[in-house]
T-cell receptor, first 113, second 114 residues
């Protein structure tokens, strides 16, 4: 398996633009996590899906952020409109059934100017 | 609510010496505990986990961790540090039997000097 695949790897956008980050989890995994990593706040859990259903989105910072998982093999994290303070590395991770360890993608480095 | 604390922002150790990276946790039920490592510009890599059983668990690259229920700790250890172990280390706890959320500590930078 190729592991968790995130795209794009790097994204530079202007303030106010819409940004969509994509994630393909490992086949057969039923849990998917979106995290944001910054120097100031470390690694924050934004949202967690189980069997394609959002279980906990309490970490989503505000209404500008939304996430979807239309099927077991794809998820998106959208920011609209983007702001400079959204600049961070966004990670997607997936895990198989049974509350075991999660496997991380390489991340998307987002820069909003 | 579940939480993880890594009390040290940075740990410095000389190559060949033993290392310890500290972690304490809080969770309502029985914890699933994990350690991950992150190298610059990379994603997090799984090192080891505690689910149940022996309190001392062994993982990748010679790392091990000791689960202590009374102290709610899960410290990462290695008998002899290598310069190549220098990286950012994260402790994590998963809320077993409840939501399944995976929460990370703030991370500890390990610097191993030759």
């Amino acid at each position: 398996d190729a592991g968790v695949i995130q795209s794009p790897r790097h994204e530079v956008t202007e303030m106010g633009q819409e940004v969509t980050l994509r994630c393909k989890p490992i086949s057969g995994h039923n849990s998917l996590f979106w995290y944001r990593q910054t120097m100031m706040r470390g690694l924050e859990l934004l949202i967690y899906f189980n069997n394609n259903v959002p279980i906990d989105d309490s970490g989503m910072p505000e209404d500008r952020f939304s996430a979807k998982m239309p099927n077991a093999s794809f998820s998106t994290l959208k920011i609209q409109p983007s702001e400079p303070r959204d600049s961070a590395v966004y990670f997607c991770a997936s895990s198989p059934r049974g509350n075991t360890e999660a496997f991380f993608g390489q991340g998307t480095r987002l820069t909003v100017v | 609510a579940q939480s993880v604390a890594q009390p040290e922002d940075q740990v410095n150790v000389a190559e060949g010496n033993p290392l310890t990276v500290k972690c304490t946790y809080s969770v309502s039920g029985n914890p699933y505990l994990f350690w991950y490592v992150q190298y610059p510009n990379r994603g997090l890599q799984f090192l080891l986990k505690y689910i149940t059983g022996d309190n001392l668990v062994k993982g990748s690259y010679g790392f091990e961790a000791e689960f202590n229920k009374s102290q709610t700790s899960f410290h990462l250890k290695k008998p002899s540090a290598l310069v190549s172990d220098s990286a950012l280390y994260f402790c994590a706890v998963r809320d077993m039997g409840n939501t399944g959320k995976l929460i990370f500590g703030q991370g500890t930078t390990l610097q191993v000097k030759p």
